[in-house]
C-alpha cells in the first residue's frame, strides 16, 4: 500500500532542542515537501525538495533544516533558532514533471503534531 | 507576495443544505486551483480541481466554480452531509512554479 508515513504522530520537547521529524514515501515520487499548519494560517511551505541531495527553502525556512539524501526520504530537523515551533507538520510529495507541466497532486502524510515547551 | 485569502474561517451547515466557501487570489499568473479537504488529524487530501480554461467543474456533490475577471473561484457543496464535516483548503499554482500557495482554510461543521 503506497503512501507517506510520518512519524511520531506526537512529539515533545523541551525549548532549546533540536528535534527530528521523519518522513517516508513508497510512492516513487520525485518531489517532496515540508508544510507547517497553524489554525487560521492555512499551510505555509517551509522547504521542499524535487530531487535527491536537492532542497530549497520555502516560505518559512528560518530555524529549520531539511536533508534529501535517499529519494524515499526527507526528514526536516527543527532547531533551536526556530522561535514558535510549535505546530502540525505536513510531509507531503508529488510526481516533478518539470517547470513546464504540472506536478502531479500532492500526496499528504497524517501529520507529526509537535510541542515545545 | 503570491496570497491566496479563502472565507468563510468556519461554517456551520444543516444537514441537505449548500455549503460555499471562496477563494481569491493576486497573481494572474496562477493556472491551477485545487482544493484539498482535511479530516480532523489527518494530512489533506485533493479533493477537486480545476484550470482556468472552464468556469466551472462538477464532481459528485462537489462543484468548483471559477471566475477568472474576478480572481476568484468557489467550492459547492450540494447535499451537504455530516461526513463532510472537515477543513477546506483552496490553493493555487502556475504551472512554472509548480508550488502550491494555499488559503487559510475553513472549518466547515454540518448539522445533523
Known amino acids: 500500500d503506497g503512501g507517506i508515513t510520518q512519524s511520531p504522530k506526537y512529539l515533545f520537547r523541551k525549548e532549546g532542542q533540536n528535534v527530528t521529524l521523519s518522513c517516508e514515501q513508497n510512492?516513487?515520487?520525485?518531489?517532496m515537501y515540508w508544510y507547517r499548519q497553524d489554525p487560521g494560517q492555512g499551510l505555509r511551505l517551509i522547504y521542499y525538495?524535487?530531487?535527491?541531495?536537492?532542497?530549497q527553502k520555502g516560505d518559512i525556512a528560518e530555524g529549520y533544516s531539511v536533508s534529501r539524501e535517499k529519494k524515499e526520504s526527507f526528514p526536516l530537523t527543527v532547531t533551536s533558532a526556530q522561535k514558535n515551533p510549535t505546530a502540525f507538520y505536513l510531509c507531503?510529495?508529488?510526481?516533478?514533471?518539470?517547470?513546464?507541466?504540472?506536478?502531479?497532486?500532492?500526496?499528504f502524510g497524517n501529520g507529526t503534531r509537535l510541542t515545545v515547551t | 507576495q503570491q496570497q491566496v485569502k479563502q472565507s468563510p474561517q468556519s461554517l456551520i451547515v444543516q444537514k441537505g443544505g449548500i455549503s460555499i466557501i471562496n477563494c481569491a487570489y493576486e497573481?494572474?499568473?496562477?493556472?491551477?486551483f485545487p482544493w484539498y479537504q482535511q479530516f480532523p488529524g489527518k494530512g489533506p487530501a485533493l479533493l477537486i480541481a480545476?484550470?482556468?480554461?472552464?468556469s466551472e467543474k462538477k464532481e459528485g456533490r462537489f462543484t468548483i466554480s471559477f471566475n477568472k475577471s474576478a480572481k476568484q473561484f468557489s467550492l459547492h457543496i450540494m447535499d451537504s452531509q455530516p461526513g463532510d464535516s472537515a477543513t477546506y483548503f483552496c490553493?493555487?499554482?502556475?504551472?512554472?512554479?509548480?508550488?502550491?500557495?494555499f488559503g487559510g482554510g475553513t472549518r466547515l461543521m454540518v448539522k445533523p
Open positions: 507531503a510529495s508529488s510526481m516533478y514533471r518539470g517547470k513546464s507541466s504540472y506536478n502531479s497532486p500532492l500526496h
Open positions: 510512492l516513487n515520487h520525485d518531489a
Open positions: 525538495s524535487q530531487i535527491v541531495n536537492d532542497f
Open positions: 497573481n494572474t499568473a496562477f493556472d491551477y
Open positions: 480545476i484550470r482556468p480554461d472552464v
Open positions: 490553493a493555487a499554482s502556475r504551472k512554472a512554479g509548480n508550488m502550491l500557495t
